[in-house]
């Protein structure tokens, strides 16, 4: 698993580190690791000139130290000076070491266009201008400075790409856009967040020895490891029963194949029993497409809610699908709700729940019970699982004032506080889908998952996720760990299939068996 710390924890870990270890070392420690990843990399796009951007505080210390390394080394290095207090603004311990090691000094507060010049012909770029102390955006200064920087040239973002919110919370336009982040000793969140993710590049992290491990983590995110941890593999004394039954309510005369894709991602993720509930349409479509489910209700371990679900629909098999649907909702078992099951979310249940909307679904369930809660209703779902209420351990919800309107937009712009609102509103975990997938469960580290092509954004995607989730959570895995196994598996399955090129919906559902039985296989051939 990597794990990113919040700014605090890191301040913190360092100071103890510091406590313990000669003044300058952690600095020293940092600057080596850099300097070593610069010297990789300019001998791959065989540059031989690198520029550090130098801001005032010990991130731009790091940068001074590496391109006083890499100075010494024989790299024609140079750093620039980015504060308007000119040489007396930077680390100055740092700035007689890459003066002595032979590296040019320019200063931009004094001759702004020869730093410019300086910038534009460096064929590695070391962004030091803030790291962890940095506020979001760019002065204008500084981003003069990035402008200069050459289309070919490769940019290593020291710690974090300058400009970015370190915490990952806001978006921001105005950052440094690295090819590459070099950080040290541990994420930071805004590597793993949707808001710094892509202006993050390649992560490499330099230990410097200070010690997170026993520190909560503020993001976390699964890698192919966690697959053996987590995925629940059968013992010699389990039956399809104790491993679980899942039962799918999804599709409609309307969307008959959501169902198909959803039963057979759940076949395919190995669940021990699918039960299916539908029209007569999609019933057919499964019983040839999925000849293992059994159609009708009974006894089950956990629903998937929702896919290709038509809650419009009026005819009576419709009606009766609907019924199984809220009477899912209403029971005290674990519910994946998907699409058209979330229309039919009224507010907290009492058993686990993963909701897994898309950016404009979210905001639609977001408007629709923040405009509950701020009436009448208690916001409680309603049946035999209903347990909390509106005023029962109901942490505020910070946002625009509840019954305010929330678009797709507003959510695309703060991905994170609208998955964390919605979570803290419906006490569910909530996956957020998108080029980063965001699982928020409340009282946990966020998970952040980015392991699909984007060719995965095709329709029908969301239904073999649903179906994923839903066979995890049979299974007896928590919400948090279903849903953010289920967003790797997906993802990774989807990543095979494409190849790097188109995808549909089904191959990745078909993709599921394989890429968990290796994914399997890898856990088992790994050393120790
Ligand atoms: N604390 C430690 O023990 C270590 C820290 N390290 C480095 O130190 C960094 C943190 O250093 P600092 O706390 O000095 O903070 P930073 O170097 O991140 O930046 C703080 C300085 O930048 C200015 N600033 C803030 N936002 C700005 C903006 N948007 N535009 C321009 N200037 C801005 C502030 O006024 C302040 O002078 C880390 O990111 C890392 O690179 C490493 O050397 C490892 C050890
Ligand atoms: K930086």
Same mark, same amino acid.
């Given at each position: 698993?990597?794990?990113? +710390?919040?700014?605090? @924890?890191?301040?913190?870990?360092?100071?103890?580190?510091?406590?313990?270890?000669?003044?300058?070392?952690?600095?020293?420690?940092?600057?080596?690791?850099?300097?070593?990843?610069?010297?990789?990399?300019?001998?791959?796009?065989?540059?031989?000139?690198?520029?550090?951007?130098?801001?005032?505080?010990?991130?731009?210390?790091? %940068?001074?130290?590496?391109?006083? !390394?890499?100075?010494?080394?024989?790299?024609?290095?140079?750093?620039?000076?980015? &504060?308007?207090?000119? *040489?007396?603004?930077? +680390?100055?311990?740092?700035?007689?070491?890459?003066?002595?090691?032979?590296?040019?000094?320019?200063?931009?507060? #004094?001759?702004?266009?020869?730093?410019?010049?300086?910038?534009?012909?460096?064929?590695?770029?070391?962004?030091?201008?803030?790291?962890?102390?940095? *506020?979001?955006?760019?002065?204008?200064?500084?981003?003069?400075?990035?402008?200069?920087?050459?289309?070919?040239?490769?940019?290593?973002?020291?710690?974090?790409?300058?400009?970015?919110?370190?915490?990952?919370?806001?978006?921001?336009?105005?950052?440094?856009?690295?090819?590459?982040?070099?950080?040290?000793?541990?994420?930071?969140?805004? +590597?793993?967040?949707?808001?710094?993710?892509?202006?993050?590049?390649?992560?490499?992290?330099?230990?410097?020895?200070?010690?997170?491990?026993?520190?909560?983590?503020?993001?976390?995110?699964?890698?192919?490891?966690?697959?053996?941890?987590?995925? &629940?593999?059968?013992?010699?004394?389990?039956?399809?029963?104790?491993?679980?039954?899942?039962?799918?309510?999804?599709?409609? #005369?309307?969307?008959?194949?959501?169902?198909?894709?959803? %039963?057979?991602?759940?076949?395919?993720?190995?669940?021990?029993?699918?039960?299916?509930?539908?029209?007569?349409?999609?019933?057919?479509?499964?019983?040839?497409?999925?000849?293992?489910?059994?159609?009708?209700?009974?006894?089950? !371990? @956990?629903?998937?809610?929702?896919?290709?679900?038509?809650?419009?629909?009026?005819? #009576?098999?419709?009606?009766?699908?609907?019924?199984?649907?809220?009477?899912?909702?209403?029971?005290?078992? &674990?519910?994946?709700?998907?699409?058209?099951?979330?229309?039919?979310?009224?507010?907290?249940?009492?058993? &686990?729940?993963? $909701?897994?909307?898309?950016?404009?679904? $979210?905001?639609?369930?977001?408007?629709?019970?923040?405009?509950?809660?701020?009436?009448?209703?208690?916001?409680? !779902?309603?049946?035999?699982?209903?347990?909390?209420?509106?005023?029962?351990? #109901?942490?505020?919800?910070?946002?625009?004032?509840?019954?305010?309107?929330?678009?797709?937009?507003?959510?695309?712009?703060?991905?994170?506080?609208?998955?964390?609102?919605?979570?803290?509103?419906?006490?569910?975990?909530?996956?957020?889908?998108?080029?980063?997938?965001?699982?928020?469960?409340?009282?946990?580290?966020?998970?952040?998952?980015?392991?699909?092509?984007?060719?995965?954004?095709?329709?029908?995607?969301?239904?073999?996720?649903?179906?994923?989730?839903?066979?995890?959570?049979?299974?007896?895995?928590?919400?948090?760990?279903?849903?953010?196994?289920?967003?790797?598996?997906?993802?990774?399955?989807?990543?095979?299939?494409?190849?790097?090129?188109?995808? *549909?919906?089904?191959?990745?559902? +078909?993709?599921?068996?394989? %890429?968990?039985?290796?994914?399997? @296989?890898?856990?088992?051939?790994?050393?120790?």
């Amino acid at each position: 698993m990597i794990r990113a +710390h919040s700014v605090e @924890a890191v301040r913190a870990a360092e100071a103890a580190a510091m406590a313990r270890l000669p003044e300058g070392e952690l600095m020293s420690r940092a600057a080596h690791g850099l300097a070593e990843v610069a010297a990789a990399r300019l001998a791959d796009v065989e540059g031989t000139t690198v520029v550090g951007l130098v801001g005032a505080g010990d991130n731009g210390g790091d %940068t001074l130290y590496a391109v006083a !390394q890499l100075a010494e080394s024989g790299f024609a290095s140079a750093a620039v000076l980015v &504060p308007s207090a000119g *040489r007396s603004g930077v +680390h100055a311990a740092g700035l007689r070491a890459a003066e002595s090691a032979g590296a040019l000094v320019h200063v931009a507060a #004094e001759d702004p266009e020869d730093a410019v010049e300086a910038v534009a012909e460096a064929a590695l770029v070391l962004d030091g201008i803030v790291g962890i102390g940095g *506020r979001p955006g760019l002065r204008p200064e500084a981003a003069r400075l990035v402008d200069a920087i050459d289309d070919d040239a490769w940019v290593i973002a020291v710690d974090l790409a300058s400009g970015l919110d370190p915490a990952g919370e806001s978006g921001e336009d105005d950052a440094v856009w690295a090819d590459e982040t070099v950080t040290f000793g541990t994420p930071k969140p805004v +590597h793993l967040l949707p808001a710094g993710e892509a202006a993050t590049g390649r992560l490499t992290v330099v230990d410097i020895g200070i010690e997170v491990d026993d520190v909560p983590a503020a993001v976390e995110r699964l890698t192919w490891d966690d697959v053996t941890t987590l995925w &629940p593999v059968p013992g010699r004394g389990d039956d399809k029963y104790s491993r679980g039954v899942l039962g799918v309510v999804a599709g409609s #005369e309307a969307y008959p194949g959501a169902a198909v894709l959803c %039963t057979t991602a759940a076949a395919e993720a190995g669940v021990g029993m699918l039960r299916y509930v539908g029209t007569p349409t999609p019933v057919g479509l499964v019983h040839q497409a999925v000849p293992e489910a059994v159609v009708g209700e009974g006894r089950v !371990q @956990a629903w998937v809610v929702g896919p290709g679900l038509d809650t419009d629909a009026d005819d #009576e098999r419709a009606r009766e699908q609907l019924d199984a649907a809220r009477a899912a909702l209403g029971s005290d078992l &674990p519910v994946v709700v998907d699409a058209g099951g979330l229309a039919l979310v009224e507010g907290r249940r009492g058993a &686990p729940t993963v $909701l897994t909307p898309h950016a404009g679904e $979210l905001a639609r369930l977001l408007t629709r019970l923040e405009g509950r809660s701020a009436g009448t209703d208690d916001g409680t !779902q309603g049946g035999s699982g209903a347990t909390a209420d509106r005023d029962r351990g #109901e942490r505020p919800v910070t946002g625009p004032a509840r019954g305010a309107e929330t678009t797709a937009d507003d959510v695309k712009a703060d991905p994170l506080g609208h998955a964390r609102r919605l979570a803290a509103l419906t006490g569910a975990t909530v996956l957020l889908k998108g080029a980063t997938t965001l699982v928020v469960t409340e009282g946990e580290p966020v998970r952040s998952q980015a392991d699909a092509p984007s060719w995965l954004a095709t329709a029908g995607a969301g239904d073999v996720l649903s179906g994923v989730i839903g066979a995890l959570l049979a299974s007896g895995l928590a919400p948090h760990d279903a849903a953010s196994l289920g967003a790797l598996v997906h993802g990774v399955a989807a990543d095979r299939a494409s190849g790097g090129g188109p995808l *549909r919906a089904l191959a990745v559902a +078909h993709g599921l068996r394989p %890429t968990v039985r290796d994914l399997l @296989a890898r856990g088992r051939s790994a050393p120790g």
